[in-house]
């Protein structure tokens, strides 16, 4: 298996631009989690979804970021307009059966907003 | 409500030396517990799970920790730390089943000196 899939890796931008990043989960795996990573705040989870449902979404900073998961083999995550405060690391992982809930983990995206 | 407390967020230690690497949790129920490790500009890996089946884990890299319920701690250790260790450490835990998402502790960088 591939394990989860995350495009791009790096994503430079500037201010006020869209930005979008790309998530392919682990085939068979029916929870999807979107996080954050910075150096201030850590790891932040901002929302999730169960069988392609978003199920809590309370970690989303604010009304410019919203993920979709269309289907169960991808998801976006999308910020529009995009600020310099949300450069950070954004990863995606996965989950299948939900008997102890480990997750696996993308490679994550790096963002920089200029 | 569940919750995870890493202590130190920076430990360093000389190569060949022991890793000890601090997790206490709290859960009104019986917890699933995880170690995940991060190296630079990578998603994050697990490296073990408490499951239940047995008190001491074995992970990969040498690394192993020790679930004492009564000292509602899960700690990290390895007998010898080698250069290739270098990296930040998650604690994780969850409730199992549909109820419970991991929920992470904010990361402990270990650091090995030659």
């Known amino acids: 298996d591939a394990g989860v899939i995350q495009s791009p890796r790096h994503e430079v931008t500037e201010m006020g631009q869209e930005v979008t990043l790309r998530c392919k989960p682990i085939?068979?795996?029916?929870?999807l989690f979107w996080y954050r990573q910075t150096m201030m705040r850590g790891l932040e989870l901002l929302i999730y979804?169960?069988?392609?449902?978003?199920?809590?979404d309370s970690g989303m900073p604010e009304d410019r970021f919203s993920a979709k998961m269309p289907n169960a083999s991808f998801s976006t995550l999308k910020i529009q307009p995009s600020e310099p405060r949300d450069s950070a690391v954004y990863f995606c992982?996965?989950?299948?059966?939900?008997?102890?809930?480990?997750?696996?983990f993308g490679p994550g995206t790096r963002l920089t907003v200029l | 409500a569940q919750s995870v407390t890493q202590l130190g967020s920076h430990v360093s230690v000389s190569e060949g030396a022991l890793v000890l690497l601090r997790c206490n949790y709290s859960?009104?129920?019986?917890?699933?517990l995880f170690w995940y490790v991060q190296y630079p500009n990578q998603g994050l890996q697990l490296l073990l799970k408490?499951?239940?089946?047995?008190?001491l884990v074995k992970g990969i890299n040498g690394f192993e920790a020790e679930f004492k319920k009564s000292e509602t701690s899960f700690h990290l250790t390895k007998p010898s730390a080698h250069m290739s260790d270098a990296a930040e450490y998650f604690c994780?835990?969850?409730?199992?089943?549909?109820?419970?998402?991991?929920?992470f502790g904010k990361g402990t960088k270990l650091s090995v000196k030659p």
């Open positions: 994780a835990v969850s409730r199992g089943g549909s109820q419970g998402n991991l929920i």
């Open positions: 085939s068979g795996h029916n929870s």
């Open positions: 992982a996965t989950m299948g059966a939900r008997i102890y809930n480990e997750q696996f």
């Open positions: 408490y499951t239940s089946a047995a008190t």
């Open positions: 859960s009104s129920v019986p917890p699933y």
């Open positions: 979804f169960n069988n392609n449902v978003p199920i809590d």
